[in-house]
C-alpha cells in the first residue's frame, strides 16, 4: 500500500466520519421537541369518583393551550363527563351525575427539549353539576354548583412539528353538597360549612391530540 494510497483513504475515512456525525447532528435537531407557542387540544378518557356510591365513566375534552414562559405555559380547558349515582349516595336515588368543568391550569415543564415532553400542573376551574334520577323523585334534589382544583402532570409526545400526543393523570377536586329544589334563598346566604359535605374528587386519565402553531 503506498503512501498517497493510505493518505487518500484517510482523508476518505475522516469525511464519512464527518459526513456522518453532521446528518446525525441534523437528523437530532430535526426531532428536538419544544414547547409550543400556541396549541389547539383535543382529548378523551376516564374518570373514577372517589366518594362513597359514584362511580367510573368516560370523560371528553377541548381546550387551548399558551405558553407564557421558557418552562410553563396556560391551558384553559372545557371538559365533561358523567358517573353512575347508586342507591342512597348522597341522599340520593340511583341515577347518574353529570360534571361539565371549565379549567385554567398552569402546567410547568420539566424538559423544553426532546421528544418526549413531561410536565406537571395546578390549576382552578369552575364546575356545573347536573344529577338525572332513573326514577322521578317525590322531592326534586340537585348538586351546587362549586369551585374545582386541579393536581396532576402528564407529557406531550412530539410527533412533528404542528402535531404532538398527549397524556395526563390529574385529580379535579370539588367539595359541594346536595340540595332541595327550589332553592328557598339565594346561594351566597348559604352557609358552606354548615353542609353536609361531598368530596367528588375525580381521578382523571386522559390521552388527546395538540395541534400547534
Known amino acids: ?3 498517497m494510497t493510505l493518505q487518500t483513504r484517510v482523508v476518505a475515512a475522516g469525511l464519512a466520519v464527518a459526513v456522518t456525525l453532521l446528518l446525525a447532528s441534523a437528523e437530532a435537531r430535526a426531532h428536538e421537541g ?34 407564557t414562559g421558557h418552562r410553563m405555559g396556560i391551558e384553559v380547558l372545557l371538559e365533561n363527563y358523567d358517573v353512575a349515582v347508586a342507591e342512597g349516595a348522597a341522599g340520593l336515588g340511583a341515577g347518574r351525575m353529570n360534571m361539565t368543568t371549565l379549567l385554567v ?6 424538559v423544553t427539549h426532546g421528544r418526549v415532553l413531561p410536565y406537571g400542573l395546578l390549576g382552578i376551574g369552575c364546575s356545573f353539576i347536573g344529577y338525572a334520577p332513573d326514577v322521578p323523585p317525590e322531592v326534586e334534589m340537585d348538586f351546587v354548583d362549586r369551585i374545582a382544583l386541579q393536581l396532576g402532570g402528564g ?6 412539528r404542528a402535531l404532538h400526543v398527549s397524556a395526563k393523570a390529574r385529580y379535579n377536586m370539588v367539595k359541594t353538597w346536595v340540595e332541595e329544589l327550589p332553592r328557598e334563598e339565594p346561594i351566597r346566604m348559604t352557609d358552606p360549612l354548615a353542609q353536609d359535605m361531598l368530596r367528588l374528587y375525580g381521578f382523571e386519565l386522559g390521552l388527546g391530540i395538540k395541534f400547534s402553531f
Open 155 to 160: 407529557f406531550d409526545v412530539r410527533i412533528s
Open 105 to 110: 391550569n398552569q402546567q410547568l415543564f420539566l
Open 1 to 3: 500500500m503506498t503512501t
Open 34 to 67: 419544544f414547547i409550543p407557542r400556541f396549541s389547539v387540544e383535543v382529548d378523551a378518557g376516564a374518570v373514577s369518583v372517589k366518594e362513597e356510591g359514584f362511580g367510573t365513566g368516560r370523560r371528553y375534552g377541548a381546550g387551548v393551550f399558551f405558553r
